[in-house]
């Protein structure tokens, strides 16, 4: 069974800082691209950032320059440093890894429960 926990949402006030974290654990044999999008009632689910094993990352426009995304292989966890933030991207931020476990060695998508971010003075 392989799972993703999110932490670090909450409340901030608009050009704050958070930075949320995601950890995956279970029979993993290994973690391909990991990344974070973002969600509000009555939209689509969008991306944020991602990035590869190798450390190769992407941004959505809108958090180029703001946004930092990173990763501990060993410990198969993804950061994702938020400054500057905006009323505009409050919203609940899911977890997302492409993983091959031990379970039948196939890669697939797994997501995280959600985190919700609130930016409000």
């Known amino acids: 069974q392989v799972q993703l926990v999110e932490s670090g949402g909450g409340l901030v006030q608009p050009g704050g800082s958070l930075r949320l974290s995601c950890a995956a654990s279970?029979?993993?044999?290994?973690?391909?691209?990991m990344g974070w999008y973002r969600q509000v009632p009555g939209k689509e689910r969008e991306l944020v950032a991602t990035i590869t094993s190798s450390g190769n990352t992407r941004y959505a426009d809108s958090v180029k320059g703001r946004f930092t995304i990173s990763r501990d292989n060993a410990k198969n966890t993804v950061l994702l440093q938020m400054n500057s933030l905006k009323s505009e991207e409050t919203a609940v931020y899911y977890c997302?890894?492409?993983?091959?476990?031990?379970?039948?060695?196939?890669?697939?998508?797994?997501w995280g429960q959600g985190t919700q971010v609130t930016v409000s003075p």
């Open positions: 997302n890894a492409d993983i091959k476990s031990y379970r039948d060695y196939r890669s697939r998508a797994y």
């Open positions: 279970g029979s993993i044999v290994n973690i391909n691209a």
